[in-house]
């Protein structure tokens, strides 16, 4: 194992004993074994172990599942795969797990900017979707979220809105991984007439799928201020009975915390904990207003932080002290938030602005280093999902949920860390290739399982049915 000039990056020319390989397809030193799927590179970035950056290795795939990472030498003489891609000048990584959004807001990319939070939901969102809600718009709305997903990297995403069936086809047909946190709110919408509704609806949507490999369910109750204290206490029951994730909106706002101390004695935070409502199954998405006592409920509760840096600047909502959660030991995963406060789903974009502002709250240039940043889109998104059994790194056993990055670029040049250009260049738009499962989503950057002349079709027709209103 080799050290270069920089401490952070080891780089190796093989690593994983075969400790971890399955038992198919059988291996022997003289019989190749013959797999579905070998991928070269000239890096390949596995997150477990940390920090390391391993060089001229290839990636061996059989039937959805990484089998082992060998030196791309002598690979032939271990497996005889059904497809060799090789990919001469790219990195490797885990694909990336996008731990908030509202799919379906696509289609109000760019309809109300620069407006503050209250007056972009009040004013101009919520009388929008009341407006325009039904199963096309969620169907048309996720399968363009996908698409841009896809093409930037994502192979994991968790959403969070009405008509979650749409979303659920949707994800079944682009073949990509999901969490829907199915909403729960406390005024009517198209989707039902109030929390009672929305959890009956919710918990069908977990029963069709519960079997399903990609497509898992979570409660989604919108936000402390949107949703009453009987209706969590429920959600907090079901959630430990069935051990079902719970994702919602918390602490995004100054005003969301006054509020709460005005109208119940204590900050949201503290009103969720009394409730059950905080536990390693909760998600808490956005936090940016964050004391000490905080920061103790959350070690206490072991709930998850997603943090969702873009939005949070748009909406000028405050700052998540990302760096200081992270020392404290909490998990903090990552975001984009919907299309309509970002207003791109590029999860690598996201990272930037993460790693830039995480140093900027902390007033330390080490905070949030490239390593981490990675770290947080990919295994503290599939623990923060409770997935990272399955994904979150390249190690033999997990799935083979993988994103190539094209380092070969003009912008890319020189590469002293792979790491560091994934994080801190225009990384998403040299995404070249994506699997799930083994099965390729994105090869080129050509879409395999989504038609992108329909979907932009439908983008642009939306878009006129909702300007001339
Ligand atoms: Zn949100």
Redesign the pocket.
């Known amino acids: 194992m080799a050290e270069t000039g920089h401490s952070s990056i080891l780089l190796a020319p093989c690593f994983y004993p075969d400790r971890h390989m399955p038992t198919t397809p059988t291996n022997t030193p003289s019989t190749p074994a013959h797999i579905d799927l070998l991928i070269k590179a000239r890096w390949i970035i596995p997150v477990v172990p940390e920090n390391r950056i391993l060089e001229n290795c290839a990636l061996a795939v059989h039937q959805g599942k990484i089998l082992a990472i060998t030196p791309s030498d002598g690979a032939i003489q271990r497996f005889t795969p059904r497809e060799i891609i090789d990919l001469g000048s790219h990195v490797l990584i885990p694909g990336l797990v996008n731990a ?3 799919a379906a807001m696509s289609l109000l990319r760019g309809y109300a900017d620069d407006q503050p939070l209250k007056a972009w939901l009040n004013d101009h969102i919520w009388p929008t979707e009341k407006r325009w809600m039904s199963e096309e718009f969620v169907r048309d709305g996720t399968e363009l979220a996908i698409a841009e997903m896809v093409k930037t990297g994502t192979t994991c995403f968790s959403d ?1 809105y009405f008509f979650p069936e749409q979303a659920a086809q949707a994800s079944l047909e682009a073949s990509i991984r999901c969490q829907l946190a199915f909403p729960i709110i406390d005024f009517p919408t198209a989707w039902g007439q109030g929390p009672d509704e929305y959890l009956s609806k919710g918990l069908n949507l977990h029963d069709t799928f519960r079997s399903n490999h990609l497509v898992n369910v979570a409660f989604g109750p919108h936000a402390p201020y949107t949703v009453c204290d009987a209706s969590l206490q429920k959600i907090a029951v079901l959630a430990h009975e069935m051990d079902m994730p719970i994702h919602i ?1 918390l602490h995004e706002t100054a005003q969301e915390i006054s509020d709460s101390i005005q109208q119940y004695g204590r900050r949201p935070s503290q009103r969720l904990m009394d409730l059950g409502l905080l536990s390693p199954l909760t998600q808490t ?1 956005h936090m940016t207003q964050i004391d000490d006592t905080d920061v103790q409920l959350l070690q206490n509760s072991g709930a998850h932080v997603i943090h ?1 840096p873009e ?1 949070n600047l748009k909406l000028a909502s405050g700052f998540c002290p990302v760096d200081r959660l992270m020392k404290a030991g909490i998990n903090v995963a990552i975001g984009t ?2 299309a309509a ?1 970002n207003n791109d789903l590029d999860l690598f974009g996201e990272l930037k602005t993460a790693a830039l502002l995480a140093k900027a709250v902390a007033g330390d240039a080490s905070a949030l280093d490239a390593h981490t940043a990675l770290r947080m889109a990919t295994l503290n998104g599939a623990r923060a999902l409770g997935l990272d059994d399955c994904i979150g790194s390249l190690e033999p056993g997990k799935s083979a949920d993988i994103t190539a990055v094209n380092l070969g670029e003009l912008v890319m040049q020189p590469v002293y860390n792979p790491a560091s250009q994934l994080i801190y260049t225009r990384s998403g738009n040299a995404v070249s290739h994506v699997w799930v499962e083994g099965k390729c989503l994105l090869k080129n950057r050509e879409l395999q399982t989504l038609n992108e002349r329909e979907i932009l079709g439908k983008a642009k027709w939306w878009q006129k049915q909702i300007a001339v209103h």
Request: net charge negative; charged share 10%.
């Open positions: 908030h959004g509202h969070m909106h998405v969702c939005s938030d919907g406060s």
